[in-house]
């Protein structure tokens, strides 16, 4: 077992910031005032087993198509990269239309454990110790559940604008973790390939 914190750490606020759970406080509220109920221990169940089958699978699934983890890792730096922009700059370069149920589908996947989440999970696997991103990951989803479980009293605690700061702090941690995947998986790419 290679259990390390900082490890631990910095794969949490990856995960963290990817994931955007109080950026989708406003999506799970509209969803609770149409539905009635958001389905928050579910939602959760389902996410962290998305994410850790992934974990181990996604390797395998990219092996079989013929692309290594530094390649996919690469890649998942650009999706960092993007959402990064999106929230720092508030932009939106690209949403799914808003879910009509708060159902497990449109909570746990694709707003938990969405294609950002699962690229950021296999460029972690590249770099950091499975055991060390499993933590991560766990540590995460309890932080999933207690936003859905207390979405509204988040809200008015923080307010809009407490919510922004959030989003753009994290925003700019991301761009620079991006950076640092991008730089390491192309040093593994031109080292292979050498």
């Known amino acids: 077992m290679n ?4 490890e631990i750490a910095t794969a949490g606020m990856v995960l963290f910031a990817v994931i955007d759970i109080l950026g989708s406080i406003p999506i799970i509220l509209s969803l609770r005032s149409k539905v009635g109920h958001v389905q928050s ?3 959760s169940i389902v996410a962290i087993s998305i994410m850790i089958a992934f974990l181990f699978v996604g ?3 990219l092996s079989l198509i013929g692309i290594d983890v530094n390649s996919f890792a690469v890649a998942g730096a650009f999706i960092i990269f993007f959402l990064a922009i999106e929230m720092i700059l508030g932009i939106s370069l690209y949403k799914d239309d808003e879910p009509e149920t708060a159902s497990i589908v449109p909570i746990a996947f694709p707003l938990i454990a969405g294609a950002g989440t699962l690229t950021s999970i296999l460029s972690l696997r590249a770099e950091y110790h499975v055991e060390n991103i499993i933590v991560a990951i766990i540590i995460n989803v309890i932080f999933v559940y207690i936003v859905l479980k207390s979405s509204a009293r988040i809200e ?3 307010g ?3 919510l922004n700061i959030i989003r753009k702090v994290f925003g700019v941690i991301l761009m620079a973790i991006a ?3 991008f ?3 192309v040093n593994g790419l031109l080292s292979h390939g050498a």
């Open 3 to 6: 259990f390390n914190f900082k």
């Open 41 to 43: 221990e579910k939602a």
């Open 59 to 61: 390797e395998s699934i």
């Open 156 to 158: 008015r605690i923080l």
């Open 160 to 162: 809009k604008n407490g």
């Open 179 to 181: 950076v640092k995947l």
């Open 183 to 185: 730089v390491t998986n």
